[in-house]
């Protein structure tokens, strides 16, 4: 049986950065906000539901326009909760039949919202990418071209980071202080065995 392990933080923390470590040593590692876009334009009922719920423009030439939906959701908690509990459920169901493929001692599942999407209940472990909020915000900034306030806005979408941590059952620090690849080796052959 293929361990499952949960990898979150918030936005800015070093999912992905910490991600590709685990990637480089063997372990698949299922990214959910890529395959969640994947799913958008390939499941035909969500498409459907997406389009029922947030109009036509929506989609452009049969792809996501995320242009449009983005400022949509991220201005309103309800439409952000309303798409989430669309996509949540067709995203989970991938990722397990992802995991279930596979043929490694453990694989991860990255995902910012495990928590709060009710996916870490699928999971038999969580790993979790903590940075404060300051470094996290200013990373953002420079990753994305976003103004410190729409980082604000995304960031207050999610459980707050230390309510977050406490959930998890590793935790690893990514603040500039410590370095990240032996905290990640220290929990890969502990999942190991």
Known sequence: MVLSIGLTGGIGSGKTTVAHVFETLGIPVYYADTEAKRIMNEDVDLKDAIIKNFGNASYKNGELDRAYLSPIVFNDSYKLDLLNSLVHPATIGDADLWMKNQDSPYVIKEAALLFESGAAEHL??????????????????????????DVLKRMKNQVEEEIKMKLCDFVITNDESELVVPQVLKIHEQLRH
């Open 124 to 149: 038999d472990y969580v790993i979790g990418i903590y940075a404060p909020s300051h470094i996290r915000i200013k990373r953002v900034m420079e990753r994305d071209g976003l103004s410190r306030e």
